[in-house]
């Protein structure tokens, strides 16, 4: 697994789903416009909301919402920061091979 940390950009005035967008897409080296789209996952707009700067009032505590998002696990934090650990993909083993001799074990009974 690698992780990949993108600090708050609150200040850049980008919403969590682009921050979200952007992250996953430098920790899968990947163009944003090569990934799935985002909501196919979770409603942007939501994930925005509950992460808008200008609504926050200072009273909530720590809070974060965490998903999985092209092989990526993504944990946004409620002060904006997001944190993308790509999966290992690894090849799963087939089990055909395992199958295919059984077989050929049975017909030599």
């Known amino acids: 697994m690698s992780q990949h940390d993108i600090g708050s950009g609150q200040s850049d005035g980008s919403t969590a789903s682009?921050?979200?967008?952007?992250?996953?897409?430098?920790?899968?080296?990947?163009?944003?416009?090569?990934?799935?789209?985002?909501?196919?996952?979770?409603?942007?707009?939501?994930l925005d909301s509950?992460?808008?700067?200008?609504?926050?009032?200072?009273?909530?505590?720590?809070?974060?919402?965490?998903?999985?998002?092209?092989?990526?696990?993504v944990v946004v934090h409620s002060d904006g920061e997001?944190?993308?650990?790509?999966?290992?993909?690894?090849t799963p083993t087939s089990s055909t091979s395992t199958i295919e001799q059984d077989e050929s074990e049975l017909k030599q009974d």
Do not use: H, N, W
Request: with cysteine; proline share 6%; glycine share 6%.
């Open 18 to 46: 682009q921050r979200v967008v952007s992250a996953v897409a430098d920790a899968r080296e990947k163009s944003s416009l090569e990934l799935p789209p985002l909501y196919e996952v979770i409603d942007p707009d939501a």
């Open 50 to 73: 509950l992460f808008d700067s200008s609504r926050s009032s200072g009273k909530g505590g720590p809070g974060r919402v965490v998903f999985m998002f092209d092989e990526c696990e």
């Open 82 to 90: 997001v944190d993308v650990t790509a999966m290992d993909v690894q």
